[in-house]
């Protein structure tokens, strides 16, 4: 993508932000900030990234009062970004890691506007709901998370087995986008999709019933809004969201 090209979130952020001004608009006073969540009822870097996505904020049921509040956020970023590119090109030759500063200060913006949405807008429920979301996004690739290797007590073997199968997924993720465009590109998704299952079934297998049970647990209810595998290739595709936990 471009430099200057404006990010898919923007664009989104730009399209719902008519609809949502309006309504805000209306809202007599603000609702009740939510308290700071304690350090178990926080919310991952990783996880807050999917704050962005639109699917996500209908299954966590995000009010009007906190979809602008993200939405808002990221664009007054963007266009804070935007101006700083146009006062950059005019300044004569700006090197490469003048534009990889500006890059670096937006994603560091952005960041903090997703954790304060996580902290501060989100209700409890709501984030817990996000973690057992992304969660089931990261499927096998889960099973390293802290939290969940805690909350699993997984066994050093288990561990083990989970950083291997992370690698495997990794390889076969670059391998399916290194091949974008072939005319197979129905069968490697499949592929792909039939390659993550298996991979999770792996993971699951080695748990015993116990561990089952609270991972089950962990997972919370099957998303109603999107298919998770096709919401997990459409972020490792567009965005990068999930990158490894944490």
Not at 173 to 184: A, I, K, S, W
């Amino acid at each position: 993508m471009s430099r200057r090209a404006i990010p898919f979130v923007f664009a989104v952020a730009v399209f719902s932000y008519g609809a949502f001004s309006h309504h805000w608009a209306t809202i007599a006073c603000a609702a009740p900030v939510p308290p700071t969540p304690k350090p178990d009822d926080s919310a991952s870097a990783s996880a807050r990234k999917l704050l962005q996505n639109r699917k996500i904020q209908k299954e966590l049921k995000m009010s009007a009062e906190q979809r602008i509040v993200i939405l808002d956020g990221l664009a007054d970023i963007e266009e804070e970004h935007e101006k700083k590119l146009t006062e950059l090109a005019r300044m004569p030759n700006p090197s490469e890691e003048d534009y990889d500063k500006l890059d670096k200060a937006r994603q560091k913006r952005t960041d903090k506007l997703l954790a304060d949405a996580a902290a501060k807008t989100l209700t409890a429920p709501q984030r817990t709901r996000l973690r057992e979301l992304h969660r089931r996004l990261l499927g096998p690739i889960a099973f390293t998370d802290a939290q969940v290797e805690k909350r699993l007590q997984l066994t050093d073997a288990q561990k083990k087995k989970a950083a291997v199968i992370a690698e495997q997924m990794k390889a076969e993720v670059e391998r399916y986008l290194d091949g974008d465009g072939d005319e197979n590109e129905a069968k490697r998704k499949a592929d792909l999709f039939s390659f993550r299952k298996a991979r999770l079934k792996e993971m699951e297998d080695a748990l015993t019933a116990d561990q089952k049970t609270a991972w089950d647990g962990l997972l919370g209810a099957a998303p109603t809004g999107f298919l998770v595998d096709e919401l997990w290739l459409k972020i490792e595709e567009e965005t990068d969201l999930l990158g490894p936990p944490g």
